[in-house]
């Protein structure tokens, strides 16, 4: 079994930024691609940004966030800069394999930009 923890959710006011973290524990030895999705009230989950084969983004956080990974540590990171009230939302971890022959989901995490 694997589990997916993330971490570093919160206030922050417009202008802002936060770190999120997400962590792999369990029986998997290596992991092809991990990603953030996000889902705010009354809407549907979406793709932020994503890090396997290659890097992308969603169109509305391109610039302001960057995804990293370390590997070692199976871990991936959502640095969020210049953060904005539409970025509101429930922040899940995602992990995955190059054919989904695993797909593995975080709790969530609670990003709230208001003044």
């Known amino acids: 079994q694997v589990q997916l923890v993330e971490s570093g959710g919160g206030l922050v006011q417009p202008g802002g930024s936060l770190r999120l973290s997400c962590a792999a524990s369990?029986?998997?030895?290596?992991?092809?691609?991990m990603g953030w999705y996000r889902q705010a009230p009354g809407k549907q989950r979406e793709l932020v940004a994503h890090?396997?084969?290659?890097?992308n983004y969603a169109e509305s956080v391109k610039g302001r966030f960057t995804i990293s990974r370390d590997n070692a540590k199976k871990t991936v990171y959502l640095q969020m800069n210049s953060l904005k009230p539409e970025d509101t939302a429930v922040y899940y971890c995602?992990?995955?394999?190059?054919?989904?022959?695993?797909?593995?989901w975080g709790q969530g995490t609670q990003v709230t930009v208001s003044s």
């Open positions: 890090h396997g084969g290659s890097t």
């Open positions: 369990g029986s998997i030895f290596s992991i092809y691609a």
């Open positions: 995602n992990a995955h394999g190059a054919k989904y022959e695993y797909d593995y």
